[in-house]
């Protein structure tokens, strides 16, 4: 245990003085944690780095970024608290909160991905800026007066420190509400503390065994945590799970129905991770629960031992059974060996550790020290900007399929939108109604998921061009690192109809570009067949392989699949600059092709390799113009 604590302490890296040395940051990214803790909520597509958790940091304690400049995130999650607040509500920039700060410390190790006491926010990135907006808390809300989130952004590039370190993070001088989110989530979740009693005991037993280091007590109140009511024990890790003592995502609420304005609060169905309940010198980090309610752990026990049952919500694991809520015959001296069980659980670094307090000085400033120098401005390469396919959107197999890969070395920020409604101004009909839109990662992993736009990520959507005519397409937002990934377009309740699938580069000063990208989806004839659209930018030309495939993605145990597709590249006016029927036709494109590993695996597909300036074109797939039940990808 002594070499696991010794690798928690850090150099302060001038900290106090308000410098921050770029080329000498602290160890956000490779901190060392017990083997133990399994659990991490920390996506693929946002892991942390040490320079973003970096400019998390500094995001995290300016005042700046509150309205009149008077609160921080750190106001209300403090450092010598577990990054919770001791006051029973917070103060903001209008009034206090309506519930109690929750604790941050260990946010990451958990597989609950909602966040909030009631859940509202699907990711930690999502939750950050939250407060931020909210008119109460720190005024950026947009409504009665207040400045408009995009209003922050454009003060935060007047700073000069922010450019540079959002270059240093993400790889270019943009800043916008996505990388505000991820900066910050990034910091968020490299706070974490595994240097407590319980540890030092975890590491030399398991759960169900006394551990060497505890007292007789604690011992006895770690059996009744573990233990389920039916066997004598308390049941709190049916809900709060060892060893990162985090929250069920299935569970309900836990009878504290009050809420701090008054009135009845049922919505509460989340908690922070159960370690650093109290500091390290054994004082509480009241108030806990969502309204504030309990001061000690004395009374926080006496709760669930004497649950309310009026309470539709209640967690089934705190009902008794036959109805009612739990009753726990617990005696006086185990209530003290639980409350000493839980006063285990909190360590000592997280509420000291330099590289998690505040970056300014006590004047209020910041220094970057060896920042490094920007590179000097050249024309911009061939890329592509944007990709998309409009077809038929029908079920299953038949769903519209969008992969794509990013190549670089700093994350890029993608746009993916999928429309169907607003459609109806190109003249097209049977529309699908109401898209629905995922991301996956390379393993299918669901990253993002989105049916209307205007659900999540609405003010980041606003402030692009990108904003859809109907409220019920759907738009994800965010910055994925190198790897491939998989859009998915389906119509909401197993509908079909005409759909459009579109991803678009935000920041094309990003050294990381989207790549080889492709669809897969039914083809038809007329208006249902394949149309893809792409978008070359920069100021050179470059090499473009398009394929239309079909016979062979019988290797991906598809049937019904495209027998002989048509290829047709035209440019932005619509007019045909190439077709081809049969990729051996052209012996020069042939040729290319199967250099570049690019030669399709059956003779009646078709490709087109060649070289094409910057701008629009547009690709379509067909055969012979008859209707034919086709999956096909479309790569370019």
Same mark, same amino acid.
């Given at each position: 245990?002594?070499?696991?604590?010794?690798? =928690?302490?850090?150099?302060?890296?001038?900290?106090?003085?308000?410098?921050?040395?770029?080329? !000498?940051? $602290?160890?956000?990214?490779?901190?060392?944690? $017990?083997?133990?803790?399994?659990?991490?909520?920390?996506? !693929?597509?946002?892991?942390?780095?040490?320079?973003?958790a970096t400019l998390g940091r500094v995001l995290f304690y300016d005042k700046r970024l509150s309205r009149n400049e008077t609160v921080s995130c750190s106001s209300c999650h403090q450092q010598e608290h577990a990054f919770g607040d001791i006051a029973r509500v917070s103060s903001g920039v209008a009034g206090t909160t309506g519930r109690h700060a929750m604790r941050l410390a260990n946010a990451r190790f958990g597989s609950e991905l909602h966040f909030f006491w009631d859940e509202r926010a699907t990711t930690l990135e999502n939750q950050v800026t939250q407060p931020i907006k909210n008119a109460t808390e720190m005024g950026f809300s947009g409504s009665g007066g207040d400045p408009a989130f995009s209003d922050l952004i454009s003060k935060l590039a007047a700073i000069p420190e922010y450019p540079a370190l959002f270059n240093f993070a993400f790889g270019s001088r943009t800043i916008d509400e996505t990388r505000v989110q991820n900066a910050i989530a990034q910091f968020v979740r490299s706070i974490q503390s595994f240097d407590s009693k319980y540890d030092a005991g975890r590491l030399a037993a398991a759960d169900n065994q006394p551990f060497p280091n505890f007292t007789a007590s604690e011992n006895i109140g770690k059996q009744l945590f573990l233990g389920p009511p039916n066997q004598g024990g308390a049941g709190?890790?049916?809900?709060?799970?060892?060893?990162?003592?985090?929250?069920?995502?299935?569970?309900?609420?836990?009878?504290?129905?009050?809420?701090?304005?008054?009135?009845?609060?049922?919505?509460?169905?989340?908690?922070?991770?159960?370690?650093?309940?109290?500091?390290?010198?054994?004082?509480?980090?009241?108030?806990?629960?969502?309204?504030?309610?309990?001061?000690?752990?004395? !009374?926080?026990?006496?709760?669930?031992?004497?649950?309310?049952?009026?309470? $539709?919500?209640?967690?089934?694991?705190?009902?008794?059974?036959?109805? @009612?809520?739990?009753?726990?015959?617990?005696?006086? =001296?185990?209530?003290?060996?639980?409350?000493?069980?839980?006063?285990?659980?909190?360590?000592?670094?997280?509420?000291?550790?330099?590289?998690?307090?505040?970056?300014?000085? %006590?004047?209020? /400033?910041?220094?970057?020290?060896?920042?490094?120098?920007?590179?000097?401005?050249?024309?911009?390469? !061939?890329?592509?900007?944007?990709?998309?396919?409009?077809?038929?959107?029908?079920?299953?197999?038949?769903?519209?399929? @969008?992969?794509?890969?990013? %190549? #670089?070395?700093?994350?890029?920020?993608?746009?993916?939108?999928? *429309?169907?409604?607003?459609?109806?101004?190109?003249?097209?009909?049977?529309?699908?109604?109401?898209?629905?839109?995922?991301?996956?990662?390379?393993?299918?992993?669901?990253?993002?998921?989105?049916?209307?736009?205007?659900?999540? =990520?609405?003010?980041?959507?606003?402030?692009?061009?990108?904003?859809?005519?109907?409220?019920?397409?759907?738009?994800?937002?965010?910055?994925?690192?190198?790897?491939?990934?998989?859009?998915?377009?389906?119509?909401?309740?197993? /509908?079909?109809?005409?759909?459009?699938?579109?991803?678009?580069?935000?920041?094309?000063?990003?050294?990381?570009?989207?790549?080889?990208?492709?669809?897969?989806?039914?083809?038809?004839?007329?208006?249902?067949?394949?149309? #893809?659209?792409?978008?070359? #930018?920069?100021?050179?030309?470059?090499?473009?392989?398009?394929?239309?495939?079909?016979?062979?993605?019988?290797?991906?145990?598809?049937?019904? *699949?495209?027998?002989?597709?048509?290829?047709?590249?035209?440019?932005?006016?619509?007019?045909?600059?190439?077709?081809?029927?049969?990729?051996?036709?052209?012996?020069?494109?042939?040729?290319?092709?199967?250099?570049?590993?690019?030669?399709?695996?059956?003779?009646?597909?078709?490709?087109?390799?060649?070289?094409?300036?910057?701008?629009?074109?547009?690709?379509?797939?067909?055969?012979?113009?008859?209707?034919?039940?086709?999956?096909?990808?479309?790569?370019?």
């Amino acid at each position: 245990m002594a070499a696991f604590i010794a690798s =928690q302490i850090v150099v302060e890296l001038h900290a106090q003085d308000g410098v921050i040395d770029l080329a !000498a940051l $602290p160890n956000y990214a490779n901190q060392k944690k $017990p083997a133990y803790i399994q659990k991490d909520n920390a996506p !693929a597509w946002n892991q942390i780095s040490d320079a973003g958790a970096t400019l998390g940091r500094v995001l995290f304690y300016d005042k700046r970024l509150s309205r009149n400049e008077t609160v921080s995130c750190s106001s209300c999650h403090q450092q010598e608290h577990a990054f919770g607040d001791i006051a029973r509500v917070s103060s903001g920039v209008a009034g206090t909160t309506g519930r109690h700060a929750m604790r941050l410390a260990n946010a990451r190790f958990g597989s609950e991905l909602h966040f909030f006491w009631d859940e509202r926010a699907t990711t930690l990135e999502n939750q950050v800026t939250q407060p931020i907006k909210n008119a109460t808390e720190m005024g950026f809300s947009g409504s009665g007066g207040d400045p408009a989130f995009s209003d922050l952004i454009s003060k935060l590039a007047a700073i000069p420190e922010y450019p540079a370190l959002f270059n240093f993070a993400f790889g270019s001088r943009t800043i916008d509400e996505t990388r505000v989110q991820n900066a910050i989530a990034q910091f968020v979740r490299s706070i974490q503390s595994f240097d407590s009693k319980y540890d030092a005991g975890r590491l030399a037993a398991a759960d169900n065994q006394p551990f060497p280091n505890f007292t007789a007590s604690e011992n006895i109140g770690k059996q009744l945590f573990l233990g389920p009511p039916n066997q004598g024990g308390a049941g709190c890790a049916a809900c709060h799970r060892p060893p990162e003592f985090d929250i069920d995502p299935n569970s309900r609420n836990n009878g504290v129905t009050a809420a701090i304005g008054g009135g009845t609060d049922l919505t509460n169905t989340r908690s922070a991770s159960l370690r650093n309940l109290v500091g390290s010198a054994g004082e509480f980090n009241t108030a806990y629960m969502h309204n504030g309610s309990f001061t000690t752990l004395a !009374a926080v026990i006496n709760h669930y031992a004497a649950i309310p049952a009026d309470n $539709p919500n209640l967690d089934a694991r705190l009902r008794r059974p036959g109805g @009612g809520g739990q009753i726990l015959n617990l005696t006086a =001296q185990q209530r003290v060996d639980l409350e000493a069980f839980l006063f285990t659980l909190s360590g000592g670094a997280v509420y000291t550790d330099q590289r998690w307090s505040s970056p300014f000085s %006590t004047a209020g /400033t910041i220094t970057l020290i060896n920042v490094p120098p920007t590179p000097t401005p050249t024309p911009p390469s !061939a890329q592509p900007l944007n990709i998309s396919t409009r077809l038929e959107v029908g079920t299953g197999d038949n769903a519209m399929i @969008g992969g794509f890969i990013i %190549t #670089g070395n700093h994350p890029k920020p993608v746009l993916i939108r999928a *429309l169907g409604p607003s459609l109806s101004n190109l003249g097209l009909t049977g529309l699908l109604d109401d898209p629905v839109l995922e991301l996956h990662a390379a393993n299918g992993d669901l990253l993002f998921q989105n049916d209307n736009w205007k659900d999540e =990520q609405r003010s980041q959507i606003e402030v692009t061009p990108f904003q859809p005519a109907n409220d019920r397409e759907a738009v994800i937002i965010a910055s994925l690192p190198a790897a491939a990934y998989t859009a998915v377009l389906t119509g909401k309740d197993q /509908t079909s109809g005409i759909g459009l699938l579109e991803i678009y580069d935000l920041d094309q000063a990003v050294d990381s570009q989207l790549a080889n990208i492709s669809t897969r989806g039914f083809v038809g004839a007329q208006n249902n067949v394949m149309i #893809g659209g792409f978008i070359l #930018g920069g100021n050179n030309s470059t090499r473009v392989a398009i394929r239309g495939l079909g016979p062979s993605l019988s290797q991906f145990g598809l049937g019904n *699949l495209l027998a002989d597709p048509t290829l047709e590249l035209h440019d932005a006016n619509g007019a045909i600059l190439i077709a081809n029927d049969n990729w051996t036709d052209d012996p020069a494109s042939a040729a290319l092709l199967g250099a570049n590993g690019l030669a399709p695996s059956n003779s009646n597909e078709s490709a087109i390799f060649r070289f094409t300036t910057c701008d629009k074109k547009q690709v379509r797939i067909m055969k012979d113009d008859l209707r034919i039940s086709a999956i096909v990808p479309i790569a370019s």
